[in-house]
């Protein structure tokens, strides 16, 4: 039942790399952000996570399917980079408006203001 649950053909299509996107970067970023704050003692900017989860999601089928040193050219490596600016973006936002969403839900239920 679970053996094609996401497959590397799925990570092609953009709403499946924007929800794993949004999926890996939820699930590892207090552990991120934990061994970042033991090594260097700052806080993890998340756009700089969710844009190294992005090149993931976008470079593993293409390493897969061309071979690693297949994906090593200028245009590979150059529209890569562009769709992981793309994909993370586009994650961070719909992470951000499914949160509002239930933040306005739950204040609405509790009578209470919003701050932004």
């Known amino acids: 039942m679970f053996d094609n649950f996401i497959t590397l053909d799925m990570l092609n299509t953009f709403l499946v790399a924007v929800s794993v996107t949004v999926m890996l970067t939820q699930f590892f970023k207090d552990a991120i952000d934990w061994v970042w704050f033991k090594l260097f003692k700052k806080k993890t900017n998340t756009k ?18 061309h071979g690693f040193y297949g994906i090593l050219n200028f245009e590979t490596i150059f529209t890569t980079l562009l769709n992981a600016v793309l994909l993370s973006l586009t994650a961070m ?24």
């Open 48 to 65: 700089y996570v969710v844009f190294i989860f992005a090149v993931l999601v976008i470079g593993a089928p293409l390493a897969v399917k």
């Open 93 to 116: 936002k719909s992470y951000e408006s499914i949160v509002n969403k239930d933040r306005q839900k739950r204040a609405k239920e509790n009578n209470t203001v919003i701050k932004k």
